[in-house]
């Protein structure tokens, strides 16, 4: 196998447009030398060193340039390195309780998350998670704690006539009875700002972000974005939140962070937090289990790992010098997602599109059998799979997702391709999209 561009080719020598960037991981393009270059030359220098005794010109400058990235909420913050999502799903859960614990807040233990949600496979990040389907075997074996109502204005259970507006709210006040009902419990609030692979790139109303952070400030509930999937541009912005105007306190990213060049992912944490962890006793004297440790208390062998830290260095740099957050921005005008965005909404008059919704290089297709009752096919016909499969036979690679409904029912494409496409490319690729559903329609 190999890759270039926005191609890969498989064993047999067939070629695939990478529609979706693997998982929504490759933002930069596939074989990219720059990125292996840096990578070979780390691991010459030196391949890896354990940060309980050493840290490194390449992780110290990295973590730096991410905070810039980050921009101004997270000045003076810090950045934690994992390898994946997962990982830093369950590090920031675990940074929300300690710094919790550090203010002398201990009874605050609960992270309070959404329905419809993903945030890893970890039981830990399964546990905040609302993603049915993935996680529904292992239930017995976590520790769960409420998970709230996302607003998804294509089937919303209020009113959507104000744009929206009034679901958003309807919705953020759940999350604040829910934190009340906590009783003092609740340490943080964990979303994907913008929904990614469970629900289809569904964007949340105007003012709900905002209605959201307010509410976890006034209760004194960390407030932690994932932004595994739609972090490092892919949404057409350094970060998401950053299109709503929302601070958080601490951000989680992985996937296009090296994308896909190595295992990597980050937890940034606001200065507030940091300040909190470092000062250690802070107000905690009177509480055990208070910490007083004055460093966080986590690790895992890899974290920092110096080989995949040069690489999501070496693609920063790429998606910097090439301008690739720009060329992601559907509202930006001769852009990739410009593009994007006018060739998957001309998809919206096949019969079996519902829905097609998305921001930058993140965009969800949803499949109904009846467009006016917006009635599912059958979980059982998997239609977004047969799509998939289709497509693939096409050479075009999408991301087929069921469950949008309620977890079962409802079939989706999750499209999410390298910043490098171009306008061509994406047009070939709407035609192989219109195609396959055609034929997964006549079957
Ligand atoms: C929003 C979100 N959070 C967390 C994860 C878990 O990341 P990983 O698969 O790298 O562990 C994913 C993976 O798809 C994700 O989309």
């Known amino acids: 196998m190999r890759g270039e561009g926005v191609y890969v080719w498989d064993a047999d020598g067939n070629r695939y447009l990478d529609f979706s960037g693997s998982a929504a991981v490759n933002f930069i393009g596939h074989g990219v030398r720059e990125i292996s270059d840096a990578m070979v030359e780390q691991a010459r220098q030196l391949e890896f060193v354990h940060t309980s005794q050493f840290t490194t010109p390449v992780a110290e400058e990295f973590a730096q340039e991410l905070l810039d990235f980050a921009g101004d909420n997270f000045r003076g913050g810090a950045v934690y390195f994992t390898c994946g999502g997962s990982e830093s799903v369950e590090t920031a859960l675990k940074l929300a309780r300690q710094y919790q614990v550090e203010i002398g807040q201990t009874k605050r233990h609960q992270v309070l998350s959404r329905n419809q949600s993903y945030h890893g496979a970890t039981l830990g990040a ?5 993603n049915r389907k993935r996680r529904e075997i292992y239930l017995p074996m976590v520790r769960e704690f409420e998970h709230v109502g996302m607003p998804y204005c294509y089937r919303c259970a209020f009113d959507c006539t104000d744009s929206c507006y009034n679901c958003g709210q309807q919705y953020a006040a759940e999350l604040e009875r829910a934190i009340e009902t906590a009783n003092g419990e609740a340490a943080g609030f964990i979303s994907e700002p913008m929904s990614g692979a469970t629900l289809g790139a569904v964007t949340p109303p105007p003012g709900y972000l905002a209605a959201i952070a307010e509410i976890c400030r006034r209760h004194g509930v960390l407030l932690i974005a994932d932004e595994v999937m739609t972090g490092m541009g892919r949404t057409g912005r350094n970060f998401a939140v950053e299109h709503w105007q929302v601070a958080p306190d601490i951000l989680i990213t ?102 097609v919704r998305g921001l930058g290089l993140l965009w969800g297709v949803e499949f109904v059998a009846d467009k006016k009752s917006k009635a599912p096919f059958p979980s059982e016909k998997n239609f977004s799979g047969l799509v998939g499969q289709s497509c693939r036979q096409r050479g075009l690679l999408v991301y087929p997702m069921q469950g949008s409904v309620d977890g079962v029912g409802g079939d989706h494409l999750l499209i999410a391709p390298p910043a490098v496409i171009t306008a061509e490319q994406v047009g070939w690729a709407a035609e192989q999209m219109r195609a396959a559903v055609l034929e997964a329609s006549a079957r």
Request: charged fraction near 15%.
């Open 254 to 355: 992985a996937k296009g962070i090296s994308s896909g060049y190595a295992p990597l992912g980050v937890v940034i944490a606001s200065k507030r937090v940091v300040d909190a962890i470092a000062a250690g006793s802070e107000g905690g004297q009177e509480c055990p289990p208070h910490t007083g440790s004055g460093a966080f208390l986590h690790g895992f062998t890899y974290n920092a790992h110096p080989i995949s830290v040069a690489a999501g260095r070496a693609v920063l740099a790429r998606i910097r010098s090439s301008n690739l957050v720009h060329a992601a921005d559907s509202q930006a005008k001769g852009t990739a997602g410009s593009a994007l965005k006018k060739a998957l909404e001309s998809l919206r008059d096949l019969d079996a599109v519902g829905d």
């Open 126 to 130: 399964l546990a905040v998670s609302g």
